[in-house]
């Protein structure tokens, strides 16, 4: 088993930062994909960013160039640097661990985002 857990978000003003964290525990393979998905009221969940075990990143078109996904694999951990928040920034995101082996997905509990207008 996997066990996801996520810490950051809260509530921020227009044009601020925050920053995700995000450790996976348990039986991690080395070959998997990390990355948050995100869900506001009355939306569809969306991916935000992902990255591999290699590096390659992913960004959704309304966070590139706002939104910074790391990671580091020896600690199983990712981070999402997030600036210049927008009000439709606002959502509950969750953060995830894919294993490219089995493709099952392991999230974490989902952390608040709110950005006021």
């Known amino acids: 088993q996997v066990q996801v857990m996520e810490s950051g978000g809260g509530f921020v003003q227009t044009g601020g930062s925050l920053r995700l964290s995000c450790v996976a525990s348990?039986?991690?393979?080395?070959?998997?994909?990390m990355g948050w998905y995100r869900q506001a009221p009355g939306k569809q969940r969306e991916s935000v960013a992902k990255?591999?075990?290699?590096?390659?990143?992913d960004y959704a078109e309304s966070v590139e160039g706002r939104f910074t996904i790391s990671r580091d694999n020896r600690k199983n951990t990712a981070h999402l640097q997030m600036e210049n928040l927008k009000p439709e920034d606002t959502a509950v995101y969750y953060c995830?661990?894919?294993?490219?082996?089995?493709?099952?997905?392991?999230w974490g509990q989902g952390t608040q985002v709110t950005v006021s207008s």
């Open positions: 990255i591999t075990s290699g590096g390659t990143m």
């Open positions: 348990g039986d991690v393979l080395s070959n998997n994909v």
């Open positions: 995830y661990s894919k294993s490219l082996m089995t493709a099952r997905y392991y």
